[in-house]
């Protein structure tokens, strides 16, 4: 067990809807980051947060945002979402330097299914 | 930027025998490198990393790699496979230099044979 939470761990919606994905960091942790797992893309960074901030971006689509709040949980909010948005999506945090070589600790996922 | 080549999608070894999954890296700035694991279902486990303390690496499950600047690589190796090391393995880098996220490798496939 990382120590990071995620939720729901299964999402199944439908085209043109929008979710919002959860996950709770390791405490202490202020670092969070958002990737995609696809079977065509294979595991992509989204977006980093630190403290609240966004930090980093990656290939983040314009129809899905994230935010940190105060208390450091994260989410990621999904929207107009088309079918090939179906994925594993995984969070993970890191310590508080927030440098990209500090370990980054994974939660278990979760699996959106958009038909 | 950053980029991470792992040479083989999947690998097939016999319980017993050694595991070599090999990796080549492209980095602008003195890399971190990284091996993740994935079993079925779960999330990603950190085998190992290197930062730049010494270029022989050992992880957990008596998985180690060793990163050769001259060869730009960093491959992970296991004396003898077990049955539960059958999973994703996926070798990651991010440049210490920059403020960026770490860019994945797009995993090898590691079967294990009774």
């Known amino acids: 067990d990382s120590g990071v939470t995620q939720t729901p761990k299964h999402l199944i919606t439908a085209t043109g809807q929008r979710v919002t994905l959860r996950c709770s960091p390791r405490?202490?942790?202020?670092?969070v980051y958002w990737y995609q797992q696809s079977l065509d893309q294979g595991l992509q960074f989204l977006i980093q947060?630190?403290?609240?901030?966004?930090?980093a971006k990656g290939n983040i689509l314009e129809r899905f945002s994230a935010q940190q709040f105060p208390d450091l949980h994260s989410e990621l909010n999904l929207s107009s979402l088309e079918l090939g948005d179906s994925a594993l999506y995984f969070c993970?945090?890191?310590?508080?330097?927030?440098?990209?070589?500090?370990?980054?600790?994974f939660g278990p996922g979760t699996r959106l299914l958009v038909l | 930027a950053q980029s991470v080549t792992q040479l083989d999608s999947h690998v097939s070894v016999s319980e017993g025998t050694p595991v070599l999954l090999r990796c080549n890296y492209s980095?602008?700035?003195?890399?971190?490198l990284f091996w993740y694991v994935q079993h079925p279902n779960k999330g990603l486990q950190l085998l190992l990393k290197?930062?730049?303390?010494?270029?022989l690496v050992k992880g957990i499950n008596g998985f180690e790699a060793e990163f050769k600047k001259s060869e730009t690589s960093f491959h992970l190796t296991k004396p003898s496979a077990h049955m539960s090391d059958a999973a994703e393995y996926f070798c990651?880098?991010?440049?210490?230099?920059?403020?960026?996220?770490?860019?994945f490798g797009k995993g090898t496939r590691l079967s294990v044979i009774a």
């Open positions: 993970a945090s890191s310590a508080p330097s927030g440098l990209p070589e500090e370990t980054q600790y």
């Open positions: 990651v880098v991010s440049d210490r230099a920059g403020n960026t996220p770490l860019v």
């Open positions: 290197y930062t730049s303390a010494a270029t």
């Open positions: 405490s202490g942790d202020l670092s």
């Open positions: 947060y630190y403290n609240g901030e966004e930090r």
């Open positions: 980095s602008s700035y003195s890399p971190s």
